[in-house]
């Protein structure tokens, strides 16, 4: 059992790593109100219509989470593009804007939970996006 969980916290690292590596570009969805959320066009993997994705934001004033002050975050978030679902699967927090300075956080907590999203809300506006990039409409 635990050397289950080894490998499955490796192949996670690993393709951390993977998703880093490739992160050079970001594009963005606007939100009806203006407000702008980065993703990574070259992060998007999809099979039937469920996208896995990079996002950052970005914080300039820093926010408190977890006890720690983060000036961006990249979520490693997975889209389903029929059900309107999502979930945030690994949260990594960062001393400085777009993902750079150092990790202050790494959050692993919700990795099975698939949440409905609103029409107002951001996994809105990124699933739009992305869903649209993946599936060519």
Not at 25 to 45: H, N
């Amino acid at each position: 059992m635990q050397a289950k969980l080894l490998i499955r916290m490796l192949l996670i690292a690993l393709s951390l790593i993977a998703f880093e590596a490739r992160s050079q570009v970001w594009e963005f969805a606007t939100s009806a109100e203006g407000g702008r959320y980065f993703y990574d066009p070259a992060s998007i993997q999809g099979v039937d219509g469920v996208v896995r994705f990079i996002q950052l934001s970005n914080h300039p004033n820093g926010f408190n989470y977890d006890g720690k002050i983060l000036y961006s975050i990249k979520t490693f978030r997975t889209v389903d593009c029929r059900l309107n679902k999502y979930k945030s699967e690994y949260l990594i927090g960062y001393s400085k804007i777009y993902g750079e300075g150092d990790i202050e956080l790494v959050d692993k907590n919700n990795v099975e939970r698939w949440v409905d999203e609103s029409p107002d809300s951001t996994a809105y506006f990124m699933r739009l996006k992305v869903c649209a990039k993946l599936l060519g409409t």
